[in-house]
């Protein structure tokens, strides 16, 4: 399988691996098509030193502006994407920089962003969302208080539940 996913650019299934979101019962938040106002309000809902983990953009000019602002990864994402082999950016989690890419989006408009967001702190996954700003939800752990989420959920104009749905 490895030769055949490398011949086909797909990742091969001993990368597929990673940190995922282990919470049984997690915040369930609706899913946002807005990215401007979802990266706003993270700084807010995260825990101070968190990475955000962006997954597969179709865009070039975003690509790049993420590629400016990553950091190494400090550790393997579990990837949603096997096919093509996705690009993946580790962008520290702060107030400036969420509103600085805010601001690139609004000069840059995407008709795309990315299919998958994570966010991790200290090699734990507090959020996990795959198919973002499409229609699923996205996953929240309970280490996060119900405040916090139940805040970020009304700043999205999203719905609040627990669990997997």
Not at 52 to 67: G, S
Not at 104 to 123: D, I, K, M, S, W
Not at 144 to 162: C, K, N, P, Q, Y
């Amino acid at each position: 399988m490895g030769f055949l996913a490398r011949l086909f650019g797909a990742v091969p299934k001993e990368e597929w691996g990673g940190i995922h979101l282990t919470d049984a019962e997690p915040w369930c938040v609706g899913p946002t098509r807005d990215v401007g106002r979802f990266v706003r309000a993270l700084p807010s809902l995260m825990p101070s030193g968190s990475v955000v983990y962006f997954e597969d953009t179709a865009e070039a000019h975003v690509a790049r502006y993420l590629q400016s602002v990553s950091v190494p990864a400090q550790l393997r994402v579990a990837i949603g994407t096997i096919w093509p082999r996705p690009d993946g950016y580790h962008v520290p989690l702060t107030a400036e920089t969420m509103d600085k890419l805010a601001a690139f989006l609004e000069q840059n408009p995407a008709g795309f962003f990315c299919t998958h967001c994570h966010v991790y702190r200290e090699g734990v996954v507090l959020l996990q969302w795959h198919d973002a700003f499409i229609k699923d939800p996205m996953y929240i752990s309970r280490t996060i208080s119900a405040d916090a989420v139940a805040e970020f959920a009304r700043t999205l104009g999203s719905s609040l539940s627990t669990g997997f749905g």
